[in-house]
């Protein structure tokens, strides 16, 4: 299900040479001695695939209990909906069949691994996704995400708790499809229209 | 000793296409310039251990003409793609502007 598409036609470009940059005034520059040099001609193949469809929820956490062990609770809710995923389908959706990923702002949601900080915020957001084959799979196991997200115990806790701060009610927004880039290449065609498809239409004719 | 976010003029990142994570330290005058040079702070072994990319992967450059210092390493994620949250790469530099440059 690749779509793939011939995107940026070139021919020759200005590059290397001798250059020089001189500050005309505020907002123009001067630049010397560039180069104009053919180069074999090329194309440009830019391509996506799909990869399913997503649904996420918004919401947050503000116990600072919860805080402090957000990787072992996020953990522990991991493990408990693909549990529920495995009883409540019936073993028709495998582990494959879907990715489940929390964002969490305010500790690593935007650097994840990179990040550098360990200390999160008082507060913190957290975006949970689904992807999956199909809209209404992604939406049905962000479904079984809600409960554990709002109730899963902590020891500093005894008795029930509501652990996680829904945004909206409902709390599931459905993305629609989700696209990820796959093809990034330059194309040397012997013959440039090799490359592309040609429909020749007369117009007008002999009257 | 003081941190690149007080030398530099700019710092920044960008996607550059979608597979690659290209980053901007840009400086006002040559001083400053010739100090994070010297500083031996801005290499390919720093970047590869800040972003845990092999050190082969980084690509770096010092233009003085610009007074600037590129960096460029294959995107963590490829843009888009499942767990990607910085669909264009503009907030992944942060953790630079803490380099102690002498």
């Known amino acids: 299900m690749l779509q793939q598409q011939p995107s940026v036609l070139a021919k020759a470009v200005f590059t290397e040479g001798v250059r020089t940059y001189e500050q005309v005034d505020d907002i123009s520059v001067r630049v010397r001695g560039s180069a104009f040099r053919e180069k074999p001609f090329t194309v440009k193949l830019e391509g996506a695939e799909p990869l399913g469809f997503q649904s996420i929820m918004i919401g947050g956490v503000r116990d600072p209990y919860i805080i402090r062990q957000l990787d072992d609770w996020l953990g522990k809710i991991t493990a408990y909906v693909n549990q529920s995923v495995a009883r409540v389908l019936n073993g028709e959706v495998g582990p494959d069949d879907y990715k489940l990923l929390f964002h969490v702002y305010g500790k690593n949601a935007i ?3 990179l990040e550098p900080k360990t200390n999160p915020a008082h507060e913190v957001c957290i975006v949970t996704e689904v992807t999956a084959h199909t809209q209404e799979l992604a939406t049905q196991i962000l479904k079984l995400c809600r409960q554990p997200l709002l109730h899963a115990p902590i020891p500093e806790w005894k008795g029930a708790i509501t652990g996680f701060a829904c945004l909206h009610n409902p709390a599931e927004i459905e993305r629609g499809p989700l696209w990820r880039f796959n093809l990034n290449h330059v194309a040397q065609p012997d013959d440039w229209r090799e490359m592309f498809r040609f429909e020749i239409v007369e117009i007008g004719g002999n009257r | ?14 996607n550059a296409g979608p597979f690659v994570l290209t980053f901007d ?4 005058n040559e001083a400053d310039f010739d100090r994070v040079v010297a500083s031996g702070q801005l290499t390919a072994a720093q970047f590869a251990r800040m972003y845990r990319c092999p050190v082969q992967s ?6 003085r003409n610009a007074l600037a210092f590129k960096f460029s390493i294959p995107r963590p994620v490829t843009q888009g793609d499942i767990g990607d949250a910085d669909m264009h790469g503009g907030q992944q530099f942060a953790p630079l502007m803490e380099i102690m440059i002498p």
């Open chain 1, 111 to 113: 650097m994840g691994d």
């Open chain 2, 1 to 14: 000793m003081r941190p690149l976010s007080e030398i530099a003029s700019l710092i920044r990142s960008k």
């Open chain 2, 25 to 28: 330290i840009m400086m006002a």
């Open chain 2, 58 to 63: 980084v690509r770096c450059f010092e233009c």
